[in-house]
T-cell receptor, first 111, second 114 residues
Framework: GENVEQHPSTLSVQEGDSAVIKCTYS??????FPWYKQELGKGPQLIID?????GEKKDQRIAVTLNKTAKHFSLHITETQPEDSAVYFC??????????FGKGTTLSVSS | DVKVTQSSRYLVKRTGEKVFLECVQD?????MFWYRQDPGLGLRLIYF???????EKGDIPEGYSVSREKKERFSLILESASTNQTSMYLC?????????????FGPGTRLTVL
């Protein structure tokens, strides 16, 4: 079936460094690519999303890029802070009915 | 703010018991979802509903059923709990039918089946 591959599964950075998480997908009909952040003890929360008609979107320190030809999209966090430590999930819509989530990336930012 | 609440944060049940997990959203959302979250496997969709009394199977519906009698409430039922259903269960809702709306998640229920 359709899936989304997410890498890396864990990522450790120093405060102030950048972090990049990459996802690849298989459904060429996908047109929506959200990223969710899950803090300890909480449910995931949408932090940024991108639709297939744009290649990049930024919101302060976070950005998402999309390459539809190669079927991959990435989350970029600049100037990381300890509060960025969390599990991040990418997702894309499958056949217009539901989201398929990646397996998650645990980001640790050390000060 | 959208609020999605789940009836329990932690639940311990015995093998073979019937288990009900309740989810309520307060924003008149059409869509509601149940996921399970396991280490290394991410979020996997069990069932979703786009309207009252409507339900659709997700990727892993086996061993589960759901009920949506009212728009704001979506229940996940484990007819006969088994140890391999020990997991974190997350409920979510989104405003309108279709897959491009923001999903709002509850805090999760950690279920242990002994």
């Amino acid at each position: 079936g359709e899936n989304v591959e997410q890498h890396p599964s864990t990522l450790s950075v120093q405060e102030g460094d950048s972090a990049v998480i990459k996802c690849t997908y298989s459904d060429s009909a996908s047109n929506y690519f959200p990223w969710y952040k899950q803090e300890l003890g909480k449910g995931p929360q949408l932090i940024i999303d991108i639709r297939s008609n744009v290649g990049e979107k930024k919101d302060q320190r976070i950005a998402v890029t999309l390459n539809k030809t190669a079927k991959h999209f990435s989350l970029h966090i600049t100037e990381t802070q300890p509060e960025d430590s969390a599990v991040y999930f990418c997702a894309n819509n499958q056949a217009g009915t539901a989201l398929i989530f990646g397996k998650g990336t645990t980001l640790s930012v050390s000060s | 703010d959208v609020k999605v609440t789940q009836s329990s944060r932690y639940l311990v049940k015995r093998t073979g018991e019937k288990v009900f997990l309740e989810c309520v959203q307060d924003m008149d959302h059409e869509n509601m979802f149940w996921y399970r979250q396991d280490p290394g496997l991410g979020l996997r969709l069990i069932y979703f509903s786009y309207d009252v009394k409507m339900k659709e199977k997700g990727d892993i519906p086996e061993g589960y059923s759901v009920s949506r009698e009212k728009k704001e409430r979506f229940s996940l039922i484990l007819e006969s709990a088994s140890t391999n259903q020990t997991s974190m269960y997350l409920c979510a809702s989104s405003l309108s039918p279709g897959s491009t709306d923001t999903q709002y998640f509850g805090p999760g229920t950690r279920l242990t089946v002994l």
